[in-house]
């Protein structure tokens, strides 16, 4: 036996680091580094809940006498479906028309924040008033535009609409700068305008992505429209609000199933999209 194989030998017979970790006595220090983040995250819920003045036992009490309230939910009313069917079309609408106005706003506003396509100032002035948009909610902005225009569908519009300037404007301006820059440099070395490579060298190829993220960005309007119609834009859920405050269960678990087909078939509906076309 030479003295390479017998150093191999001897490794394969000697304990490996796991077994010599195993074989040593119990260690509490060896699980610090998992006790200590669930300790310091279980004593600011315990904070946090003592700021809150969270009550537990009217917890309990609140669930034990809304049963009765979820019994009647379990029960809706199908003869106001006839009644639902329209205020569900606003909703989908107002979601849509949002969104197709957003997106198509969002590429100018995403060109303008590129950092290979706009100027430093103008870069700069745009992805601020993006990020101040994408600090607001939506039903913050839908506040002052009730202020402004009124109660209705077109208040609702307005807001999905400055809502996916400013989620998509972000996400399309990061897009175009992982562009690659040879493709656009060498259009400009032949020859062509700049409106030519704005189109072809820079929107063309991000296309599938905007078809991709506007897709994204229209089964979220679904649901923000839900809840903007609850507070002035129209749609179903202005209807599943009025069907609480009247006390109608019957007629808002009727809404409550409408909402939830909404969302499932937007979802299903984007994701086919996206699988049949642009994967």
């Excluded at 699980?31 to 309990?60: D, E, F, I, Q």
């Excluded at 979820?70 to 003869?79: G, Q």
């Excluded at 063309?204 to 991709?212: G, K, L, N």
Aim: hydrophobic content about 50%; some cysteine.
């Amino acid at each position: 036996m030479n003295v390479l194989s017998y150093k191999k030998n001897r490794m394969s017979t000697l304990p490996s680091k796991r077994d010599r970790a195993s074989a040593l006595p119990y260690k509490g220090g060896r699980y610090l580094r998992y006790l200590l983040p669930l300790g310091v995250l279980g004593v600011l819920t315990w904070l946090s809940s003592m700021v809150c003045h969270t009550n537990w036992a009217s917890l309990a009490k609140g669930i034990h006498e809304s049963l009765p309230y979820f019994k009647n939910l379990l029960a809706p009313d199908w003869s106001a479906l006839s009644s639902l069917l329209k205020p569900a079309l606003d909703s989908v609408l107002i979601a849509l028309v949002g969104t197709f106005a957003g997106t198509l706003i969002a590429v100018f506003f995403a060109l303008s924040a590129a950092s290979n396509v706009a100027p430093r100032p103008v870069r700069f002035i745009v992805r601020a008033l993006m990020g101040i948009e994408r600090a607001l909610p939506e039903i913050v902005i839908l506040l002052f535009l009730v202020a402004a225009f009124g109660m209705g569908p077109f208040s609702g519009v307005l807001s999905l609409t400055i809502g996916c300037v400013g989620m998509l404007g972000k996400l399309l301006a990061d897009a175009i700068e992982e562009l690659d820059p040879v493709y656009i440099e060498s259009m400009e070395a032949v020859g062509a305008r700049k409106v030519q490579v704005l189109f072809f060298g820079v929107i063309q190829p991000i296309v599938p992505t905007i078809v991709s993220y506007g897709l994204f960005r229209f089964e979220m309007s679904i649901r923000l429209s839900i809840v903007l119609g609850a507070v002035g834009a129209g749609g179903i859920g202005m209807e599943l609000y009025r069907a609480f405050s009247l006390y109608e269960y019957p007629r808002a678990s009727m809404a409550l199933l409408l909402i939830l087909v909404l969302v499932f078939l937007s979802e299903r509906g984007a994701a086919y999209l996206r699988k049949k076309y642009f994967t």
